[in-house]
């Protein structure tokens, strides 16, 4: 399984629980008393249960009922992607935005997997019409706007959304751990550092940031600091990339 698939499926969860407060607020296009309201309802229960075929089938009998609820399509869509079906997302989320343009977590998701593709100009697009649309989780959407961005090698603006991510929620490692490889890329390790060591401080018990910080260390030079920190990301079950290992080992004259 692709790294791709493994980061969806987090990806997928976060996602999830974003859409079904969107369902539950009434972002979707309102119909008359919808008639899928009883099988919606138990799709969803489905979904966060993790009963990905029985979700499937009832947010299929739901957009049967009600072909004008965009969060069925949305969140089969979900389910879909989870499962590696990205042919059939991807046909879901642009469905979801067919029916209701202005469901912002459908170009949120639909971006995601774009970028997953390596489609990343849509992507970003498609992060750039959620944010200016409003969508509500913004901090999700400025965070992966800004990895866009990264892969694109523009990291001032990486840089950016990141922080805009977390000034909207600054409980956001994941914003932090970002920014840090931003900053990281473009030269400014001290900043990386200092992004990492703020994962750290939030959750001690992460072990990519210790790993990341022991890379910004050994750009630094700091080949003492940065094996400390393998050391930490060793203990946590973490086996770091033997490359930066023999890396780390032949500038620093030390053995693992």
Not at 19 to 40: E, I, N, R, T
Not at 61 to 85: D, F, M, Q, T, V
Not at 107 to 119: A, D, F, P, Q
Not at 240 to 251: G, I, S, Y
Request: hydrophobic share 40%; glycine share 6%; proline share 3%.
């Amino acid at each position: 399984m692709s790294s791709y698939f493994r980061d969806l499926k987090v990806i997928f969860t976060v996602a999830l629980v974003a859409s079904l407060l969107a369902a539950s607020s009434g972002c979707a296009k309102k119909a008359k008393v919808p008639a899928d309201d009883a099988v919606f309802k138990k799709a969803m229960e489905y979904a966060r249960d993790g009963k990905a075929d029985e979700a499937i089938l009832g947010f299929t009998k739901a957009i049967k009922l009600n072909p004008e609820n965009a969060n069925s399509y949305n969140n089969r869509g979900h389910i879909y992607a989870a499962r590696g079906e990205i042919d059939l997302a991807m046909a879901d989320y642009n469905k979801a935005i067919e029916v209701n343009p202005n469901l912002t977590m459908a170009y949120y998701n639909r971006g995601v997997l774009r970028e997953g593709k390596g489609e990343i100009k849509d992507a970003i697009d498609d992060y750039t019409r959620a944010i200016n649309m409003g969508m509500e989780q913004a901090h999700l959407v400025y965070n992966s706007r800004g990895l866009a961005y990264a892969k694109k090698g523009n990291y001032v603006q990486s840089i950016s959304d990141c922080t805009k991510a977390i000034e909207l929620n600054p409980g956001y490692l994941e914003a932090y751990n970002n920014r840090g490889l931003a900053y990281a890329a473009k030269g400014d390790v001290d900043q990386a550092i200092l992004d990492f060591s703020k994962i750290i401080m939030y959750n001690p018990n992460i072990p990519l940031a210790y790993f990341n910080r022991a890379v910004a260390y050994y750009k630094k030079g700091n080949y003492d600091k940065s094996w400390e920190d393998v050391y930490k990301a060793q203990a946590m079950g973490m086996k770091p990339d033997p490359r930066f290992l023999d890396a780390l080992q032949n500038d620093s004259g030390r053995r693992r």
